[in-house]
């Protein structure tokens, strides 16, 4: 079996994770960031891994134009869907943002978990987290959730086909 691993990060860690599965995955596999993806080449590939960062209930902007501009290519393919964020759970935001046309192709998805690193973050950003830190009286510098063992579950999902 042919993988594609195609992702968007906003500051690294969907990108990391995308890393990691890679250098797990058994089958044969192209790694791609989905802004430099030719979508010709979606017919060399039998699945396709999809990597995406949640960000206000959203994912990547990238991958939401990859999804929508190749729907009917990867209709015709097992899809594997990973997330990485803060949430516990998948926001039931984050699936409407994926095409109809494509839900039902996804075999597997999971929530890796995600970081903080405020040093990345923009002003607006850092102010927003600032504001949370105070209310939610936690301290979020270099938060990390990001679960090996999710990372494991999901790689174990696509290595039992």
Do not use: W
Request: proline share 2%; hydrophobic share 40%.
């Amino acid at each position: 079996m042919n993988v594609l691993i195609a992702y968007a990060s906003y500051y690294g860690s969907t990108e990391r994770c995308a890393y990691k599965i890679k250098e797990r995955l058994r089958y044969l596999s192209s790694i791609v960031n989905v802004s430099y993806f030719s979508a010709d080449r979606l017919q060399d590939y039998d699945a396709v891994i999809i990597g995406s960062p949640i960000h206000i209930g959203r994912i990547h902007r990238a991958v939401r134009k990859f999804l929508e501009s190749n729907k009917t290519a990867l209709a015709e393919k097992d899809i594997y869907l990973f997330l990485c964020g803060l949430d516990t759970d998948i926001p039931e935001s984050v699936m409407k943002d994926i095409p109809d046309e494509i839900k039902n192709k996804i075999v597997f998805k999971s929530l890796l978990g995600g970081e903080i690193v405020k040093d990345n973050l923009s002003g607006f950003e850092k102010m927003g987290i600032e504001t949370m830190e105070k209310k939610m009286k936690t301290d979020f510098s270099n938060l990390k959730t990001i679960d090996d063992n999710k990372i494991e579950e999901f790689i174990g999902k696509i290595n039992e086909v």
